[in-house]
């Protein structure tokens, strides 16, 4: 059953040391990558995708990100999760951000990547494979060899029935996660308080048997740095 994705959070408050020094002046999700802020590539894509309601959490430079958003002129709604007097890393992010979105699953997006799609909707292709008998959560994943400015050794094994293991320590792992997942709420039920990573969610939703992965049928472009900004803008100019 396709699941109704009612709403979205883009993730946004990071410091963005990697992107140094692109972002003395702007936050990371400003950073303009292909003619257009990085963040506005994630939020064209959930416009495409028919969302309604999204939320972005903000902490450096939050002025700067506000106001960008309050400028835009989307089919959906735009509320901000406030995190100026504390950052919550990933996990607390969600966690403060869930009073303010709506429906379940919820779409998270991380601001710091670019994707085109396959043969169609990625986000579509996501809600379509949802299962909420058997999910907590489904991330996007890609294989390593097409995970494009990505280093590192993976991050996930995938069984076919598509869940996800982590990868063991010493061995290389053949999907990387893209930064687009659906999580049910139930993934947030009894979360640590303050900030925290994810990875603790997954951990709990890996041992319970409840972590799922697809594989991204598309391009998908890591763009942390700002070496990586000029490669992905000669890839996306072939699009």
Known sequence: MTAKIESAMVMGAGIGKRMRPLTATRPKPLVRVAGKALIDHSLDRIEAAGIG??????????????????????????AVSDERGQLLETGGGMVKALPLLTGDPILIVNSD????????DSI????????????????????QASATGHGGKG???????????????????????????????RLLEDAPEGAF??????????AAGRL????????????????????????????
Not at 128 to 143: E, F, G, P, S
Not at 158 to 175: C, E, Q, T, V
Not at 197 to 204: E, F, H, P, V
């Open 53 to 78: 309601h999204v939320v972005v959490n903000v902490h450096y430079l939050a002025d700067a990100l506000e106001a960008h958003l309050a400028a835009q002129r989307r089919t959906f709604t735009i």
């Open 113 to 120: 990547n670019i994707w085109t799609d396959g043969p169609q």
């Open 124 to 143: 579509t292709h996501l809600a379509r494979h949802w299962d909420d008998a058997k999910m907590d959560a489904l991330l996007l994943v890609i294989r």
């Open 155 to 185: 991050d996930f094994h995938m069984d076919p029935a598509g869940k996800l293991s982590r990868r063991k320590p010493g061995h290389i792992a053949p999907f990387v996660y893209t930064g687009i997942q659906l999580v049910s709420r």
């Open 197 to 206: 990573s994810t990875n603790i969610l997954w951990d709990r939703a890996i």
């Open 212 to 239: 799922y992965g697809l594989s991204h049928m598309g391009q998908w472009f890591d763009v942390g740095t700002p070496a990586a900004i000029a490669p992905t803008e000669a890839a996306l100019s072939g699009v």
